[in-house]
Every structure is written in C-alpha cells, then in structure tokens.
C-alpha cells in the first residue's frame, strides 16, 4: 500500500507499529476550516484497540497531536501535520518472529518487495498504520459537512454474513451499537460469533 494517496486532498502516512509512533501529512485543505483536536481524536477512538473482545488487545490512547497547518482554531492552507505516539510499544515481544513469516500478516511480501522489514509488530503493514488515514479522513470529513454531505460506513459482510440496512435511514448510532459496526442487530451478533 502506497504512503501516499490523493491529488487535491493528498496524504502521506508515516510510522511504524512499534516506532515512536504513527502519523500523516495532510495537504490541500483549504484555509479558514475551523479544526480542533476533537474533530480529530473523535474519529481516532472509534478505531482505537482494545475496545472489545473482537479486536487487538492492545492498550492505546491514540491521542493526536497537531503539530502544524491551525492557528487559533482554523486551518491555515499550508501542511497540517499530526501524530499519534506508541505507548504500548512492545517490540520485544516480537523477537520470536524475527526469523519467520507470521501467517496472514505482510511480513513475507513486505520482505520479497524491499528486501528487508521490521518484524516488530508488522512495521508499516500493521492496522497501526490507518491511524493517519483515520485522523485525515476526519479532516475530509469536517470538509464534507460544509457541503453539505454526510459519510457513514459500516460492516456489511464477514465470510458468508451479510447485513440486510435501510441505506437510506442508517445513522451513524445504528453503527456504533454494535461491537461489529454492523447496524443490522441479527446480522452484528452472527457476525461477532463467527469473528469469535
């Protein structure tokens, strides 16, 4: 996956699962968008770890920091740079896979396209790594809404689960009752038992 992506709105991701930590550099955005930290971190804690059974037990504040790009609660047109620090970096813990290839993981194809990979906790291919998606895409968001428009997602299938959801009336609280964010209730619990 390129660190990069986009071409009026760009983003260059940077980081690494068990490094100092994770982060993006968000350009594009256009001046006078009024952005705190809170617009940010809002959609950082909902891809947070640890926060159910099904995921990561990972513990991680996610707290993002702005370091350039707002003034006084605007955005000011140039780079807005944030980052996220590792506090739950365990790199030790992965010193058993140095020498092999954890299943279902980048750690192989990482290896055959560079020639090298860090092998703590996935480097770059880990979910770690979304984290500067998710802190733009809240930018993108906020950018959106001043338009006028209103993105939702949701889990709609896991292996052969598929969820039967109203486009049309879904809202986000549909999605996030549910440790699946799956908004269709018989869908969600078939799903989290097959994840189980």
């Not at 809170?38 to 804690?45: A, E, K, N, S, T």
């Not at 370091?67 to 807005?80: D, K, N, R, W």
């Not at 984290?131 to 052969?160: D, H, N, P, S």
Request: charged share 25%; with cysteine; aromatic share 6%.
């Amino acid at each position: 996956m390129s660190s990069q992506f986009g071409k009026l709105f760009r983003i260059a991701t940077f980081g690494e699962s068990h490094g100092g930590g994770v982060g993006v550099v968000v350009e594009g955005c256009p001046p006078r968008l009024a952005l705190d930290v809170g617009d940010i971190q809002r959609d950082l804690d909902r891809r947070r770890p640890g926060q159910s059974h099904l995921t990561t037990p990972r513990q991680e504040a996610d707290a993002v920091e702005i370091l350039s790009g707002i003034f006084e609660g605007v955005t000011l047109g140039t780079p807005i740079g944030m980052l996220v620090r590792n506090k739950d970096a365990r790199p030790e813990a992965y010193a058993s896979m140095k020498d092999i290839f954890r299943p279902s993981h980048a750690d192989f194809t990482t290896q055959a396209k560079y020639g090298v990979r860090n092998w703590q906790g996935g480097g770059r291919a880990s979910a770690r790594e979304t984290i500067g998606r998710v802190a733009a895409g809240a930018i993108a968001r906020k950018l959106l809404a001043c338009a006028g428009i209103e993105v939702i997602g949701w889990v709609q299938r896991v292996q052969e689960i598929s969820a039967s959801v109203e486009v049309n009336t879904v809202c986000l609280e549909d999605v996030e009752g549910h440790v699946t964010r799956c908004p269709d209730p018989a869908a969600a619990a078939a799903m989290e038992e097959a994840i189980d």
